[in-house]
């Protein structure tokens, strides 16, 4: 069976190659999300190949730095400072600890909570990542600048505290609908 043809001759679906659609909204590369993921890629891709060399993903990582910033942390508080939903952050702690690299435990106060901790293993690990690590932040603040640097880094916790408010905001309105 044929495929019917549209008025301009094409099959329908993206159109020609080249032809540009009018939607109406933005640009698919000017959305916010898009720019925000094409710049963590470029970032990441500066990070990834250490990381690579010391057998970390990127999630790993993400969760050993945030238990350098604490002494014992609730496993809910890790899912939401790390930006990890519950399951990942299930198996990569798993992994983690099979490696030595945490230490979990069961909260005193409550049971039923989960407690984690970097261990001594995974502090010398990340002292091992940190000569490279900061190496690579101090080519990417030369080829950037300090300064727009740090005025990017303030301008992303702006954006983030201002659209914190605006959930604050939206939520206020949905409890006064019913």
Do not use: C
């Amino acid at each position: 069976m044929a495929a019917k043809k549209s008025p301009d001759g094409s099959h329908g679906g993206a159109g020609k190659a080249g032809e540009m659609r009018s939607l109406p909204m933005r640009e698919f590369s000017r959305s916010l999300p898009m720019s925000l993921l094409r710049a963590r890629e470029a970032v990441m891709r500066q990070f990834r190949p250490s990381l690579r060399n010391h057998g970390l993903t990127e999630q790993q990582w993400r969760i050993l730095r945030a238990l350098t910033a604490v002494d014992t942390i609730e496993v809910t508080e890790l899912a939401r400072v790390a930006f990890l939903l519950g399951p990942s952050l299930s198996r990569i702690l798993r992994d983690l600890e099979a490696r030595d690299l945490i230490e979990r435990r069961t909260a005193k106060a409550d049971l039923r909570r989960g407690e984690v901790s970097i261990s001594s293993k995974g502090l010398k690990l990340i002292e091992a990542v940190a000569p490279t690590s900061e190496a690579i932040y101090a080519e990417i603040t030369s080829r950037y600048g300090a300064r727009k640097l740090a005025e990017l880094q303030d301008m992303l916790g702006e954006l983030e505290r201002g659209l914190a408010e605006m959930e604050v905001a939206g939520e206020a309105e949905a409890d006064t609908d019913e």
